[in-house]
Structures are given as C-alpha cells and as structure tokens.
C-alpha cells in the first residue's frame, strides 16, 4: 500500500477539490495517450468538456510545441506527479514555446506541483523557447505549478500586434527554475498578479534575471502589476529588472507593486552587464510617468548593492517603504546604490525620482550609500527629487555620497536624512 507525505495529500486534496467543482470533465489520455499525445491534448482542449486532466500515465507526456488559439473557459488540471517535458528534437525553431495561448480567454491551470520541463541544453541557439507563453490573452489562472529549463523564459505575458496586451493573469505558486533567459518576462500586460512564488537560477543568455518587466515598444501596457509574497533568487543577473526604455511619455503610465518579496544572491560575477540586485531604467529622452513601489521587501546576501539606474527623475517615481538590504555589498566593489547619467554625450535631463521611507541596511564593507557618476560633458546638470529616512548599520567614517564628474552644489530637492550606526 502507498503511503503519500502530508504534501502530496494536501494537493492531491485539492485536486478532488478542484475536480468536484466541475461537472463536464475528462482525462485528456482518453483522446489517445498511447498513439498522438499532443494530438490528444489538442483534442481534449477543443472539446465540449469545460476540465481537461492531463492525467499521470506510466511515462511522461512529452508534447511538441503546443499552439492554443481562441480557447475559452477551459479548466486544465495536472493530476498530482504528472509530468509534462518538451519532446526532444520537436523545437528547431528558436521561438516555438511548449504551450502558447494565443486570443484566449478564461483559461485555468492547476498544476498541483506537476512539472512541466523543456530541454535547454538542447537550444544552442535562440532565446524564445518558453515553457508557457501568453499572448494578447485575458482571465489567465495558473496556481501551484513547476517550470523548469526553458530555452526562453519560463512564464512570457505579452499582447499580439501594436497596442494589444495581456490582461487579468493571477499566477499563485510557481516554481520557474533554471530557465535560460529569464523566470518570467512581462512585456505587455494589465492586472497582473503574480503571488507567493520562486524565481531561482536563470542561466542561459542575456539578461538572466528572474523577473524581466520590458515592453518592446511605447504602444505597450504595464498597468497594475502586483508581485507579493515572491523570491527572486540565483539568477545569472539581477532578480528584477525594470527595464522600460522603450516606453515614453506617450505612453499609459506604469503602475507595478512590490510587496513582502526577497531578492538574494542575484547577478553573477562573470556576467557583462552591471552588478545589482534590481535594475532600474527608463527611456533617456522622454521617459514613461507613473510609479513603482517597493513595499515591505528584503535584499539579502547579496555580493552587490540595492540597485543601479540611469532613471530620469521626470519618468516614474520609484519608492522603498519599510524595506531591508542586509549582507549586501559583501565583494566592496559597488555601492549600495548607484546612479549613472543617462546620456554621456547629450543634455538629457535629471537623474533620480527616489524616496525611501524608513529603510534599513547592513553592510560591512567600505562604500558609500550612493554613487552618482556624472560626464565630463556635463550632460548630468541636476541629481533631482531623491528623499526620504535611511538607518545604515556598518562601518563608521564612510560617505554618505560620492560623486563623480558632477557637483552636488547642483542638486535639487535632494533631502536624505541618514543615520549611520556602529556594529
């Protein structure tokens, strides 16, 4: 007799749950598992029935690249252990993903910690090979899922077409590990949540962050993201990047919240670009508006600093509420934050648009709390708008600032009250 772990029993429970709550249910092998798996599954899914289980058979499914377009109110449940892998040598084309929803609607997928895995050592070539891929689609669930090795990223939300985006995403308990390009990119989406979920050791290309929030173009949306109670962790380069140079002043403004989330140990030390736990960026000649709040969040363990920008301080306000950055900066070769100018060679306008209220930070190493690298040009003629209350616990005698081809007799409503205490 087989004894299942109190885990197993949990989602297994709610697998019954789940399946009791709807009536018009079948297992997708009944559509043939033993002669077309991924003809079965597209049959399943193109049925009259409202629940599809990918049940668990002897062997894993394995699925080539998988395209859903117009499906509606369909509820797909993983049977407890099931495994869903890429099937080997079925993705030549570097930007086929193993399960595209294209113009779909009213999807959920319960994955009670199945896993879904691809082959990225196999993908020499191509950074678009994502493990669930949602385009211009709306009233997405995903809860209680695993994703693995990706050749692209393990969860993609974008639009299809100039202006268009995904909407209404809830993603609660996802595991994206070892993806090669990112653990979840956001490029156009409205009213996403995203809970309670790991994003952990990014490999592959660039950039290698765990989350990646960037639009192609201005006529994308990032309106109401929320990300709560996530950990950002081991990836190849920082554990958020807000990567939004693309969007400008005509664009919808953007709205993205951070709540109770942990970002340890990101950017490795071989990687080309700048080392940081968070990235922050904005377009250097028109800047989108809106704003982004880090609220209640730790940075933890971490080699480098807080974060680095060449932000505008006329694009989004940026804010750290009741934040923690503790055993950060241990390499001492970067400062806990660190600002650039935007442009080296053109007047492009202020940098900054920060406040910090009531942060904390623990650090042992010699930096100061802020660098601002100027130009020789002077094309940074205003560090602007950067306030708040900060209690840094560390080494005593080391600058709060430090500038570099710039005057801080230039500054402008820069007001940060620092308090430094002695280990």
């Known amino acids: 007799m087989r004894i299942l772990n109190s885990k197993k029993l949990f989602f297994y429970g709610m697998f019954l749950l789940n399946l009791a709550s709807y009536g018009q249910a079948i297992k997708a092998s009944s559509f043939g598992f033993t002669t077309d798996q991924a003809k079965a599954l597209k049959l399943a899914l193109n049925s009259q029935y409202d629940t599809i ?107 299809f077409g100039k202006g268009t985006y995904s909407e209404d995403i809830y993603i609660d308990n996802l595991r994206s590990d070892n993806n090669k390009r ?13 809970k309670n979920s790991t994003f952990a050791d990014t490999r592959g290309t660039l950039p290698g962050a765990g989350l990646d929030i960037e639009p192609n173009n201005e006529h994308d949306v990032i309106s109401n993201i929320n990300v709560e109670n996530c950990v950002f962790k081991n990836n190849y380069h920082s554990g958020i990047m807000l990567a939004l140079g693309r969007l400008t002043a005509n664009s919808s403004p953007v709205s993205i919240y951070f709540k109770d989330c942990i970002l340890s140990n990101n950017h490795a030390k071989d990687h080309p670009k700048t080392s940081a736990e968070l990235i922050i960026g904005s377009n250097m000649k028109s800047p989108v508006k809106g704003e982004v709040v880090f609220e209640s969040c ?42 650039e100018v935007p442009n080296y060679r053109e007047l492009t306008g202020p940098l900054g648009g920060y406040e910090f209220n009531n942060m904390y930070l623990e650090y042992s190493t010699d930096v100061p709390f802020m660098v ?50 002695v280990r």
């Open 53 to 159: 289980i990918i049940d668990k058979q002897d062997k894993v499914w394995s699925l080539p690249p998988m395209v859903f377009r117009g499906i509606k109110n369909k509820v797909i449940i993983l049977e407890p252990d099931t495994e869903v892998y890429a099937k080997k040598g079925a993705f030549a084309k570097t930007n086929a993903s193993l399960f595209s929803f294209v113009h779909c609607e009213n999807i959920q997928i319960y994955g009670n910690m199945g896993l879904v895995c691809m082959n990225k050592e196999e993908y020499v070539d191509g950074e678009w090979r994502h493990a669930i891929s949602l385009r211009a689609s709306k009233k997405i669930k995903i809860q209680d899922l695993r994703i693995r090795d990706s050749g692209g990223d393990g969860i993609y939300i974008a639009g």
């Open 182 to 194: 990112q653990g979840l990119s956001i490029i156009s989406g409205k009213n996403i949540t995203i």
């Open 298 to 339: 730790t940075f933890e363990d971490s080699k480098w600093g807080l974060f680095y920008s060449r932000k505008r301080a006329d694009a989004y306000k940026v804010s750290f509420n009741n934040c923690v950055a503790k055993r950060i900066c241990t390499d001492g070769s970067w400062p806990v934050v660190f600002l």
């Open 372 to 421: 601002v690298r100027g130009s020789r040009l002077g094309t940074l003629k205003h560090l602007k708008d950067i306030k708040g209350d900060i209690t840094i616990q560390g080494l005593a005698d080391i600058k709060d600032f430090k500038y570099i081809n710039y005057d801080p007799k230039n500054n402008l409503d820069v007001d940060l009250e620092i308090i430094r205490k």
